[in-house]
């Protein structure tokens, strides 16, 4: 003990480097992109700024400038030209997302991972993740399943990478996974939102992918953000289900989540660091409050060191410069 034992001698210069216990790269970043069938130029949200929807004929040219950087996957959202009950346009061959993954893979072919999002929210006119009953202003988990299988073999068809459901419906990776394997994608790996909690945090989300909901939220299927033990559970099922890789979907104000899905699984783990994360920092920065490169780089590190091998992030552009051109 004192004064035997100084902690402060490993800090000092590149004796800090040799002992860090964990490091950011840029492989560990994957980089979210909107497409939207209803617009002819990027529009940038205003609740996340220096986030852009793209039409089809820009999305190859982001993801082009976004393997450029270094950053080895992308994460599609699609915002249709046409909604419906049944969310009829997420599964077609020529829909939003099956065009964009053709024209990303014609572009920059294995350069860049091209991961789908995999939900009806953004189709359904209600803006709910499934089938809806509107009589009882329910979600019904069943029926859903089958049409989750269809859009995720129509990514696979168009030549996605990876496929992400992210509406927390039961059975939605084994269903996914059955309707894959039965049209031959049973290399196409499935990254599921095990634990993905009804936050707020999400709010920012819902103006770019359109997505806000008619009636009701989304705590029905959703995770209380109380828990910590059913977490657990939920991705207990998704490994057994034949999950590939676990998210856990909001990540900074659960990386206790983070850290217990890490220790006690061992698998490839994600966190999204959703919009409200990316909005918040964004906000305070524009007023002068917080240093945005310092704390972004903190958050995500903090997001890593909580155990998470993948981050999703709408920084991951601005991080990956930020890297590079570090001494
Ligand atoms: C769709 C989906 C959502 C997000 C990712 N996929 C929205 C939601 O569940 O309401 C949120 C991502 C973010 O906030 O950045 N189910």
């Not at 039965?182 to 499935?190: Q, R, S």
């Not at 993905?196 to 939220?217: I, L, N, Q, T, V």
Request: some cysteine.
């Amino acid at each position: 003990m004192f004064p035997d034992i100084r902690l402060r001698r490993l800090r000092k210069g590149k004796i800090k480097n040799l002992v860090r216990e964990t490091v950011l790269t840029v492989d560990d970043l994957v980089q979210p992109i909107f497409v939207n069938e209803t617009i002819d130029s990027p529009v940038e949200f205003s609740s996340m700024p220096g986030v852009f929807g793209f039409p089809l004929s820009e999305v190859a040219k982001e993801a082009k400038e976004i393997a450029e950087l270094g950053i080895p996957a992308v994460i599609l959202f699609g915002v249709p030209g046409h909604k419906d009950a049944e969310g009829s346009s997420s599964y077609g061959e020529r829909d939003v997302i099956q065009e964009a993954v053709r024209r990303i893979k014609a572009e920059v072919g294995d350069d860049l991972v091209v991961i789908t999002d995999i939900c009806m929210c953004e189709y359904t006119d209600h803006g709910h993740c499934g089938i809806v009953d509107f009589k009882k202003e329910e979600v019904l988990n069943d029926p859903t399943l089958e049409i989750l299988g269809k859009i995720a073999v129509s990514h696979a068809k168009a030549g996605a990478d990876m496929v992400a459901p992210s509406g927390m419906m039961d059975g939605m990776v084994v269903a996914i996974r059955r309707a894959l394997d039965e049209h031959g994608f049973e290399n196409i790996p499935i990254m599921s939102y095990a634990a993905k909690f009804h936050s707020a945090f999400y709010g920012p989300f819902r103006e770019a992918a359109e997505s806000g909901y008619s009636f009701g939220d989304r705590s029905s299927y959703q995770m209380d953000p109380a828990n910590s033990d059913e977490a657990l559970r939920e991705v207990t099922l998704d490994v057994a289900e034949g999950a590939d890789i676990l998210m856990v979907k909001p990540a900074l104000p659960y990386l206790d989540i983070v850290y217990r899905v890490k220790t006690e699984f061992g698998m490839p783990t994600a966190a999204y660091n959703v919009s409200g994360e990316y909005s918040m920092l964004k906000a305070a920065a524009a007023n002068g409050w917080l240093d945005e490169k310092k704390v972004v780089y903190e958050a995500l590190l903090s997001i890593k060191r909580a155990g998470a091998d993948i981050i999703i992030t709408y920084s991951a552009k601005d991080i990956a410069r930020m890297l590079k051109s570090a001494p």
